[in-house]
């Protein structure tokens, strides 16, 4: 990076002077400050360059910050001093250019069961929504809401259910227990377990790599992650296995033809030399991809195509519907579709995940090595192996038990009821040893529910009650699903039972999966999520956060614990105001709602302060350098107090004649928001009981 990489422009007129500074740099806060008091003293004509801070570089990738000085006060004149208002701007161009797609997304309502007693999905195996919503909260920010899909942050971890041990690919599991966020519903798990087959049954691989090298992939987090991700899948391959990797930019082309993996160099050196340029012609690529695909296809083998890009098609077939017609087309040759997807600021994430369910495939979203080696070596063989395609799962409510019920997530995969029984209608894949989970929150009957109902029918007549209705089931579930090279779908049926099980002697993957879809609620702002915050996701999160081996569950705790920080920061600064005031030459405060005025002498001495520092509170922050009290109202916390949590408290830095006082600054990592009262369901025998241990923070 070095020093400032340029002075965009400068101009002066009638006493104002304007410079724009483009910077590259990265997400170091330490930094940030080191650059603006330099930005400010280079606009101030004290110092020609800004000098990169040794030691607050961070492998977190770089962007590229537009800061603008703004100097403003009357023309100098003879003999007297010139007083100016200074201030800077900073604008991260990452977001101020951001042109990220996803689709919009409205919950699941509640349904009338007496008006719609079918309820039809397909399922998902995709954890790309996980990773994204990670990535959005490790860089200080809460993801979009339609970036959330609660299914896919459910299924990002595996639960303990049962292996199959039948004919059918997968074993399902239901579990009813209380509802945590709404303790009078009921919440229902249904819960898929796929077959697991070994490495060495493992049946041979023909993989082409359909690779994205345009200009959008050069970032550190595109291009470089994808070929480290791509090594790492090559490194656990055999000599029976082949690889091909497909490039695309302007035009495509073959940079290596399909080669076994005996060949293990030749691969990793035809991976290397790829780099990235020129526009995205990513149609003209799956077709020649599809063809590597068919020309090496190996029988009763593993025939895929695996996509790796950040979704910008930007010529050639750029419409989202001719693609995935095209994917669609591509996908009866028996050949299925993996979708990895990588980078940010232009990422399309509504447009990676239809063509990854249109190739009977999965996607998932790689932000670091971690995940890589999560998706392409801990879970290889999902991401390789189907077991069942086109899987659909249909539930019918019994009236007489249920009186409404909901869906949670799964918004872009809800089914007509006619599509259950129809073969040609696309659905799901299940991969080796993936499990799959999916809630629905349950009214009983009899207790009152705001949905909107419709009028008597006048040309027909209701149905006759069955005797089933007075079975006391509480539903039937019906799976159907097709074999990996099967037309034909098979059916499994059975019924549950409600035994008024209380949330304390719920499983813990059933707390758990819940507290993931109350986290994914609460992102979005759901309303179905009643009072319940951030809080009681922890404390469903917790018991069971330490049964991971590989601390997948520690990591959500942790970033259950970031998103209410960032939430909670967001709300204060919402209260919070900021006042100005600059001293005049006679030392009386004046209260300024712009800037305050400081000739060039005085500010060049509070900038050299080593004591000042700004805390950035999130990202598109105006960075201002000036003589300045910000000072908060009743309700936020008083300049001497320090909460538990915060990384720091409100200090008083004096500069010569400047006073200004810091506001807090969150580490969300530190913070946990307030506990609820939801132990004394998890465990009933501490209910009632006076001064009950809390947690310690």
């Not at 809630?439 to 027909?460: C, F, R, S, T, W």
């Not at 034909?488 to 949330?503: A, C, H, N, Q, W």
Request: with cysteine; glycine share 8%.
């Amino acid at each position: 990076m070095g020093s400032l990489s340029a002075l965009i422009s400068s101009g002066h007129r009638d006493g104002f002077v304007m410079r724009i500074v483009m910077l590259s740099m990265n997400r170091s806060d330490t930094m940030k400050r080191t650059l603006t008091f330099g930005c400010l003293l280079m606009a101030t004509g004290c110092a020609p360059t800004v000098q990169e801070h040794p030691t607050c570089y961070r492998d977190v990738g770089r962007r590229t910050l537009l800061a603008a000085v703004c100097l403003k006060g009357p023309p100098r004149e003879h003999g007297k001093p010139r007083k100016l208002t200074a201030s800077i701007q900073w604008a991260d161009t990452e977001s101020a250019y951001n042109t990220e797609t996803y689709d919009h997304m409205v919950d699941n309502p509640f349904r009338l069961v007496t008006e719609e007693p079918l309820s039809t999905f397909s399922i998902d195996v995709d954890t790309a929504s996980y990773a994204n919503v990670r990535r959005f909260l490790n860089q200080g920010r809460l993801p979009p809401p339609d970036a959330v899909r609660i299914e896919e942050m459910i299924n990002y971890f595996s639960y303990d259910y049962p292996l199959p041990d039948g004919d059918v690919p997968f074993s399902v599991n239901v579990e009813v227990a209380e509802c945590p966020w709404r303790p009078a519903h009921r919440l229902a798990r249904i819960g898929l377990k796929g077959w697991e087959i070994a490495e060495e049954e493992r049946p041979s691989a023909n993989l082409v790599f359909l690779v994205d090298v345009s200009g959008s992939m050069r970032p550190p987090n595109k291009l470089p992650l994808l070929k480290m991700a791509i090594r790492l899948v090559v490194e656990q391959l055999t000599g029976d296995d082949r690889v091909a990797i497909v490039v695309y930019a302007g035009a495509s082309g073959l940079a290596l033809p399909s080669t076994t993996c005996n060949n293990q160099d030749t691969i990793l050196h035809a991976l290397e030399n790829l780099e990235a340029g020129g526009s995205t012609n990513g149609g003209a690529g799956i077709r020649l991809a599809y063809d590597v695909a068919a020309e090496n296809f190996i029988e009763d083998g593993i025939n895929r195509v695996i996509l790796a890009t950040d979704g910008d098609f930007n010529i050639g077939v750029t419409n989202q519907g001719d693609l995935i017609r095209l994917i669609e087309e591509k996908a009866k040759s028996g050949v299925f579709l993996s979708v990895l997807g990588f980078g940010i600021g232009n990422y399309k994430d509504s447009t990676l995940e239809k063509l990854a369910d249109k190739g009977n495939g999965n996607y998932a979203y790689i932000d670091t090595q971690y995940e890589a080696r999560k998706v392409l070596v801990e879970q290889m063989g999902g991401t390789l192996i189907t077991i069942a395609k086109d899987v659909k799962i249909q539930i019918e409510f019994n009236p007489a038990v249920a009186g409404a019920y909901r869906l949670i997530g799964y918004e872009n995969r809800v089914l007509a009821a006619q599509d259950f029984n129809d073969d040609t209608k696309d659905a799901g894949e299940i991969g080796a040893g993936h499990t799959v989970t999916a809630l629905y929150e349950i009214v009983p009957a009899g207790l009152d529910i705001n949905v909107p109902g419709v009028d008597p029918l006048k040309y027909q007549t209701p149905r006759q009650t069955p005797d089933a209705v007075a079975s006391g089931e509480l539903m039937t579930v019906k799976l159907r699903y097709k074999e990996p090279d099967g037309d034909s779908s098979k059916l499994v049926e059975f019924s549950i039972t409600d035994t008024g099980r209380p949330l304390a002697e719920a499983s813990g993957d059933f707390t758990f999966a819940a507290a993931v879809a109350l986290f994914g609620m609460s992102l979005r702002d759901s309303p179905h999520r009643g009072e319940a915050d951030f809080g009681l996701a922890l404390e469903l999160a917790d018991p069971s956060s330490g049964r991971d081996a590989s601390a997948y569950r520690k990591e959500f705790v942790r970033l259950v614990e970031t998103a209410a920080a960032l939430r909670r920061e967001s709300e204060r600064s919402a209260k919070c105001h900021a006042r100005s005031y600059r001293e005049d030459s006679t030392g009386r405060g004046v209260d300024d709602p712009l800037w305050p005025a400081a000739d060039s002498g005085q500010l060049t001495a509070a900038v050299a302060d080593p004591q000042l520092h700004f805390e950035h509170p999130g990202p598109m922050t105006h960075r201002h350098l000036r003589r300045t009290e910000l000072s908060v109202p009743p309700a936020c916390p008083s300049p001497t107090h320090r909460p538990k949590g915060l990384a720091s408290e409100r200090r008083v830095v004096h500069s010569q004649r400047r006073t200004a006082l810091l506001p807090c600054s969150l580490a969300p990592s530190a913070v946990r928001p307030p506990r609820t009262s939801l132990s004394t369901r998890l465990n009933p025998a501490k209910a009632g009981q006076v001064g009950a241990p809390t947690r310690r923070h």
